[in-house]
């Protein structure tokens, strides 16, 4: 059987992911939930430029609308 979406993000809770969102903004954080929506909560977040932080937020809700994709981070905390 396929992976459908959320099943992919599901696997990806509690881990290191980067969200890149409609506009080119990009974030990056420990994923912490999500929904059917794919809002997505991320913990920890930062808001990521060309591979380096911009500015740290810590916990953040993102609209699943918003999101162009989720992929894992390397980056380890």
Do not use: C, W
Request: proline share 3%; aromatic share 6%.
């Amino acid at each position: 059987m396929a992976n459908r979406p959320l099943d992919v993000l599901n696997k990806s809770l509690q881990t290191s992911v980067i969200v890149r969102l409609k506009g080119g903004r990009e974030f990056r954080g420990i994923l912490d939930g999500y929904d059917i929506h794919m809002n997505l909560v991320l913990m920890d977040a930062e808001e990521i430029q060309g591979g380096e932080i911009v500015r740290k937020l810590g916990s953040v809700v993102i609209r699943g609308d918003t999101v162009v994709f989720v992929s894992p981070s390397k980056f380890e905390r």
